[in-house]
T-cell receptor, first 114, second 111 residues
């Protein structure tokens, strides 16, 4: 099976702009989670989607949002970008999202805000 | 990589020796724990998991030990190889599919 894929892999944006990142889960996986990884804060949970519904949300401002499509692909959006949003954004997929917590990560999208 | 600049605890071992990486978790209600390995420029890679009703689980060259009394998790790697060099994270699941990650430990294997 192909792994989790994320596009784009690298992105440079300017403060105030908005950005959309995309994630394609492993085939058959219905749960998609997003994480932010920075040198200062480590890996932090953003949100999780299952069957097109947001099930869990981390402690991030409303500028961070996401959605999931019927084919389980997911996008996350960050509006009004700030310098502190520079990070590696990781997507992870899980088979069922119910009793199975095993998450498989993609390579990430490295976002740089200037 | 994403962990450059972050002051991570570092474990340096000789090739062929056994490695033990430790992790303290925060939530006594967490019911599932995972160890991930992250190499530079890549996303975290699943290594091994354990549920809270177990205290030990073995995989290929890896063993995870769980001590719920003191909320401690450890990852043992047997016969450590240069390819094991990476940052290792423990993660706890305490609400659905939401993982809380530890700060990570950098493992350096000397040939």
């Amino acid at each position: 099976k192909a792994g989790v894929t994320q596009t784009p892999r690298y992105l440079i944006k300017t403060r105030g702009q908005q950005v959309t990142l995309s994630c394609s889960p492993i085939s058959g996986h219905r749960s998609v989670s997003w994480y932010q990884q920075t040198p200062g804060q480590g890996l932090q949970f953003l949100f999780e989607y299952f069957s097109e519904t947001q099930r869990n949300k981390g402690n991030f401002p409303g500028r961070f949002s996401g959605r999931q499509f019927s084919n389980s692909r997911s996008e996350m959006n960050v509006s009004t970008l700030e310098l502190g949003d520079s990070a590696l954004y990781l997507c992870a997929s899980s088979p069922l999202g119910g009793s199975s917590y095993e998450q498989y990560f993609g390579p990430g999208t490295r976002l740089t805000v200037t | 990589g994403e962990n450059v600049g972050l002051h991570l605890p570092t474990l340096s071992v000789q090739e062929g020796d056994n490695s033990i990486i430790n992790c303290a978790y925060s939530n006594s209600a967490s019911d599932y724990f995972i160890w991930y390995k992250q190499e530079s420029g890549k996303g975290p890679q699943f290594i091994i998991d354990i549920r809270s009703n177990m205290d030990k689980r073995q995989g290929q060259r890896v063993t995870v030990l769980l001590n719920k009394t003191v909320k401690h998790l450890s990852l043992q790697i047997a016969a450590t190889q240069p390819g094991d060099s990476a940052v290792y994270f423990c993660a706890e699941n305490n609400a659905g599919n939401m993982l809380t990650f530890g700060g990570g430990t950098r493992l350096m294997v000397k040939p």
